[in-house]
């Protein structure tokens, strides 16, 4: 194809591919790159560049990380090498201080398998089989309970094994619905604790670093030792140890409003610790004068004198905060006769170490720490008590000598065990009441009662006693 030009020159032209066309770099007049181009690859060759290093000194971070935390863990497992006095095996390492090996802290067993998984649907499958009967049961029909389980019972803890003892259980006990399912329940006889398994309640004594409640020991003969525990300071504890005393009491209604009480427990001790035997708990402030709301003793130490022993021991108290006390009413069949005997053997004791001179009730009172109206309801249910002749006022104290002496040989052959007041180390529970100021001597000094005393941590504020029921 030829084409003139302006000045009678003719040119040749060559027809080119428009693929050459559009695959050709860019380029100017005189077939080179165009500077643009140049400039887009530069950059892009320094963005990759950059990236790598980048990269690069990342890479360096991670592994002087790397470094460093493997350096603090060498650091860490010397330093406790050093303080625990051996080489630190990694092949055996430490569990709960050495209290576990590695083959008992090991959990593998508690993944579920294939087979669990289809006991568990098999067992799931059965219980909505159960709600729906149980549901059909309101249209009139019978509904069906579970197997174990007798109509209009609901669930009970059949049995608790606390320590070495496996113990029935003599009324139901509100524990949570998935523990009242087990007939059977283990509580660790130190925190009170209680589990469903044997294997969780073996592992928990292997691990439990309680030894004895969490309170403060007050008394002390031989083995037998008395705690006072704070409801307030130790709700958990105190809570169980209402719960297992409900189990054996059928008036009892006091469960979790544990803080405005004090308990006292009774522990016997040896060389694995202080092993739980009873309690028996009492108000912080009593507008009636109450030294004791409820008394329990395990089944398997009693016909041992601890109910007496307790009984004592609040009387003891009474006596030091110098307040006749009395037991919260109405009492318990079992719980009249307990303090019937306790009362009438120190009532004897000290009309036999009076001999012939003349007493008061007023002064046995002050001497046992009894209120005057249960020694008159002892003399008068003994028969001690008689209006003289003619009609002439008051009465008068007639004492068998023979009759009582004998009443105190069997009674001090049946039950020895004393309380000693000299091995006492308590101080009264002190409520203060917030002071007020008198007119013209500034604003009153209203604030919330306060409540210490030397077996506690200091002061507490707001201990107000509610009133509470709670059966002895």
Not at 122 to 127: I, L, M, N, P, T
Not at 183 to 195: N, Q
Not at 434 to 459: S, T, W
Request: charged fraction near 30%; proline fraction near 5%.
């Amino acid at each position: 194809m030829t084409k003139t030009d302006g000045g009678g020159t003719a040119k040749t032209s060559t027809p080119k591919k428009r693929a050459e066309l559009t695959s050709a770099p860019r380029s100017n007049k005189r077939g080179r790159p165009r500077k643009v181009d140049i400039l887009a690859r530069e950059a892009a060759g320094q963005k990759t560049a950059k990236k790598r290093q980048n990269d690069a000194a990342e890479s360096a971070d991670n592994a002087e990380t790397t470094e460093s935390e493997q350096k603090q863990e060498g650091k860490r497992r010397r330093k406790y090498t050093k303080r625990a006095g051996r080489k630190l095996d990694t092949a055996a390492r430490v569990f709960f201080s050495n209290r576990l090996s590695a083959s008992e802290a090991d959990t593998q067993r508690f993944v579920p398998q294939e087979e669990d998984c289809q006991r568990f649907d098999e067992v799931r499958k059965a219980v909505g089989e159960d709600v729906g009967d149980s549901q059909a049961g309101i249209d009139g029909s019978t509904p069906s309970t579970p197997s174990g389980v007798s109509a209009g019972v609901g669930y009970q803890v059949k049995k608790i094994r606390i320590g070495s003892y496996e113990i029935d259980s003599w009324y139901i006990s509100p524990y949570p619905d998935e523990y009242s399912r087990h007939p059977l329940l283990y509580i660790c006889e130190f925190c009170l604790k209680y589990m469903k398994s044997e294997f969780t309640y073996q592992r928990h004594c292997m691990k439990c670093t309680l030894k004895h409640p969490p309170g403060d020991e007050i008394y002390r003969d031989g083995n037998i030792s008395v705690f006072e525990v704070d409801g307030r300071k130790n709700k958990v504890y105190c809570q169980n140890l209402c719960l297992i005393g409900k189990m054996f009491l059928d008036t009892k209604t006091l469960y979790y409003d544990v803080e405005p009480f004090l308990f006292y427990i009774l522990c016997e001790y040896d060389a694995r610790g202080y092993h739980f035997a009873g309690y028996y708990s009492k108000e912080k402030r009593s507008a009636q004068g109450y030294n004791l709301s409820c008394i329990m003793i395990l089944p398997s130490k009693q016909r041992e004198g601890y109910g007496k022993l307790l009984i004592e021991f609040s009387y003891l108290l009474s006596k030091k905060e110098g307040v006749p006390g009395s037991p919260e009413k109405p009492l318990s069949d079992f719980g009249l006769l307990s303090y019937r005997s306790y009362w009438r053997r120190s009532i004897y004791e000290i009309l036999l170490a009076q001999g012939a001179e003349r007493i008061s009730i007023e002064d046995i009172s002050a001497r046992t720490g009894m209120t005057v109206d249960d020694i008159i309801s002892t003399l008068q249910t003994d028969g001690m008590l008689q209006r003289p002749p003619y009609g002439l006022g008051g009465y008068r104290l007639v004492v068998d000598v023979e009759k009582t002496s004998e009443y105190l040989r069997k009674a001090r052959e049946k039950n020895p065990r004393r309380i000693d007041p000299s091995k006492l180390m308590w101080t009264p529970f002190l409520i203060k009441r917030p002071a007020v100021a008198l007119e013209g001597d500034g604003a009153a000094n209203a604030g919330n009662a306060v409540a210490d005393g030397p077996a506690h941590d200091g002061g507490m504020a707001g201990d107000d006693a509610e009133d509470e029921e709670g059966e002895a």
